[in-house]
């Protein structure tokens, strides 16, 4: 009997791509938030808790001058622009952040399953804490974790990515796919930030026509 050929495929649900954060970067975004924290005035100015839905300590706007400056804007706008390029075969001419803001998550605090606004979405992390143990011996610890939620589980189709953070990783996902950040044990910090934004309209609508 000849070997068979096996090909993958991935003829459902939604890409997810993950980038890195250089290290420069990592530092620049941290140094620009611990100036934050340190400034209650600032704090209140650009607090975001309000219209998030995050359990959390502080959750705050990135100021878009900063984001330009900084870098931090190129970079998600170059990795946008390679995953329609390299999931549709198209490019984008237009790309607007609409929202890029900071999580700063403590011990039993938690983010529960939601979803985004815009187009395009992400999160990633800048600073990761040792989480702590489960609570029973030999059960898989999500403590911290990110976790990407899509339909339901079924044979040969799993609905959820767990996804164990890390310092400089950054994932980038349509809008709508649901997701959430598991509660931890620890005094230290877990922070982490997010984008929402909108590209070519005639892109995005895969419905027009």
């Known amino acids: ?19 890195n954060i250089p290290e ?3 530092n620049k975004l941290n140094d620009y938030v611990d100036k934050i924290v340190a400034d209650e005035e600032k704090s209140k100015i650009q607090n975001a ?26 970079l998600l706008q170059s990795a946008c ?21 900071i999580v700063r998550q403590f011990e039993n605090e938690y983010n529960p399953i939601h979803f985004h606004s ?14 702590g143990s489960t609570k029973q011996e030999g059960k898989r610890n ?10 339901n589980k079924q044979f040969l189709s799993s609905c959820m990515m767990p996804i164990k953070p890390k310092v400089g990783d950054f994932y980038i996902f349509p809008h709508y796919l649901m997701h959430l950040v598991y509660p931890f044990v620890g005094n230290e910090e877990r922070r982490s930030i997010s984008f929402n ?12 026509n």
């Open 49 to 74: 808790g309000k219209r998030l839905v995050g359990n959390v300590t502080q959750e705050f706007q990135i100021d878009a001058n900063f984001a330009e400056k900084s870098g931090w804007g190129k």
């Open 81 to 101: 622009s390679k995953l329609i390029e390299t999931t549709l075969k198209k490019n984008i001419t237009k790309f607007d952040i609409t929202d890029t803001w």
């Open 142 to 151: 999500h403590n911290g974790q990110l976790k990407l939620v899509h339909g």
């Open 1 to 19: 009997m000849s070997k068979q050929q096996l090909d993958l495929m991935k003829p459902f649900g939604p890409w997810v791509a993950k980038i």
């Open 118 to 131: 815009a187009h395009l979405s992400g999160a990633g992390f800048l600073k990761v804490p040792d989480f």
């Open 197 to 208: 934004a909108k590209i070519d309209e005639d892109i995005f609508d895969v419905f027009k």
């Open 24 to 26: 420069e970067l990592v």
